[in-house]
């Protein structure tokens, strides 16, 4: 395998690997957070809920998959910086390093959440929440950049399946936080007969629903993975 064929392999790695966790990976670790923390209440483990042991660990999983799309980047780049006369390449690696940087920070704030009893605890919870989605919206514009480079003959084709899976994402928050503001409404009723404990968990986010989403998203995840190793 000549040097040219190892670049273009070093390329295609990169762009899976960060579409996988940028469009895949955080962005549902993210819904897991919101909608579904009354998933599988009985499964604790470190006593943390699985909401919270599956969102910590999604974005762990994520900063493993993203270093090494890194590297390999920057081997391709022969680990010299992208010049600032490749306008798009440009602002694709700097927004990249940014957003790469700030998820670092956010694991770290993560890790060290104050306790429960932590006057802290509430405003911190709505920095994480805010800052989360500030770097899941930078990184999608990360992604628009990356497929608009040239030399990937992408063309419209990957632009457009951004576009989708943005869209689908926006419909399904959309059903979740119709369903989530159901569920918390009924949350609040005071009567706690059984008929009533029963629509609560009927209006809260369904694991169908969940896995309807995943499905979708990882479709249009896999379409856009396929096309960049087909057209590189």
Not at 35 to 59: E, G, I
Not at 142 to 166: A, E, K, S
Not at 186 to 206: F, L, R, S
Request: glycine share 6%.
């Amino acid at each position: 395998m000549d040097n040219a064929e190892k670049n273009k392999d070093k390329v295609i790695a990169h762009a899976c690997l960060m579409v996988f966790v940028w469009l895949y990976l955080v962005p549902n670790g993210i819904v897991i957070a919101r909608y579904y923390k009354n998933l599988l209440p009985s499964s604790r483990f470190l006593n943390a809920p699985f909401w919270f042991n599956a969102h910590r660990l999604v974005m762990i999983i994520s900063l493993l998959f993203i270093i090494p799309a890194f590297i390999l980047i920057l081997a391709q780049e022969n680990w010299h910086w992208v010049s600032p006369d490749n306008r798009t390449k440009y602002a694709h690696s700097i927004l990249g390093i940014v957003t790469i940087g700030l998820l670092f920070f956010q694991i770290v704030l993560g890790v060290a959440i104050p306790g429960k009893d932590s006057s802290f605890r509430n405003l911190f919870g709505w920095f994480h929440r805010f800052s989360g989605i500030f770097i899941l919206v930078l990184s999608v514009t990360v992604c628009y950049f990356g497929v608009l480079i040239d030399g990937l003959n992408l063309d419209n084709i990957g632009w457009g399946l951004i576009l989708g899976h943005n869209l689908w994402m926006v419909l399904f928050v959309v059903i979740f936080e119709i369903n989530h503001f159901k569920y918390s409404k009924k949350m609040y009723v005071k009567a706690n007969t059984q008929e009533n404990d029963q629509q609560n968990k009927m209006c809260g986010p369904t694991e169908l629903t969940l896995i309807i989403h995943l499905v979708g998203s990882l479709a249009f995840v896999v379409a856009l993975i396929t096309m960049i190793s087909i057209r590189l």
